[in-house]
């Protein structure tokens, strides 16, 4: 497969579907520079205000495949489109994602479902879907489900890892919740990143 931009033969390793509202509204593959040129445009890094709610919503609004590394980012951006945070993952995990976002009537429950059955067959009801912390020693990125029970009038928690959190945000029509400490660590983290990028290409 060769780059959807004009003109260009090199190989399209990258491979982008920009989302909104859980679905896919457009997908192009594109050779490694013109997918740099493309995310340009779009993608603006969060300049985050000293003051912010403890909580913020977030949306998923782009999937990036890279094809030769088999690494997927996930960009999610927040309500008021003025923050946003990238998630890496692996294929698999964007395969799965990819799947729900362009299938709304399977025969049989994919996983994601399942658990979204069990949950509520269960008497409990998903309350809220949250990345709570960004961990620097591990580069652990932590989220979790918060789920009250119906029975027991309880709250419970279970960790779960942020490509999973996206799938059931789309499952559920839920957003995925920031909170404050995770998503300043995430974009502090994302300035090193570039910064470490920026010096490693001797620009
Ligand atoms: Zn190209």
Redesign the pocket.
């Known amino acids: 497969m060769i ?1 959807d ?1 004009n003109g ?1 033969e ?1 190989d399209a390793c990258m491979h982008l579907s920009s989302v909104d509202n859980r679905h896919v509204v457009e997908s192009r593959s ?2 490694d ?2 997918a740099s040129v493309f995310l340009g445009t779009i993608d603006k890094a969060s300049i985050l205000p000293s003051v912010l709610p403890a909580e913020l919503q977030f949306f998923l609004y782009l999937m990036v495949l890279n094809q030769n590394s088999a690494i997927s980012h996930f960009y999610l951006r927040s309500a008021d489109g003025s923050a946003r945070i990238v998630l890496g993952s692996g294929y698999i995990e964007h395969a799965n994602i990819a799947t729900l976002l362009a299938t709304q009537t399977l025969t049989r429950p994919p996983t994601h479902q399942v658990l979204v059955n069990t949950i509520t067959s269960l008497g409990g009801t998903l309350d809220k879907i949250i990345i709570t912390n960004y961990n620097y020693d591990t580069g652990v990125i932590e989220s979790e489900l918060r789920i009250k029970s119906n029975h027991t009038k309880s709250n419970l928690t279970i960790d779960i890892r942020p490509s999973d959190s996206i799938a059931l945000a789309i499952l559920t029509d839920m957003p995925i919740m920031v909170s404050e400490v995770a998503l300043r660590k995430l974009v502090a983290k994302e300035v090193v990143d570039r910064e470490s990028e920026r010096k490693l290409g001797g620009s």
């Open positions: 780059c931009t260009c090199s594109l050779c520079l013109h």
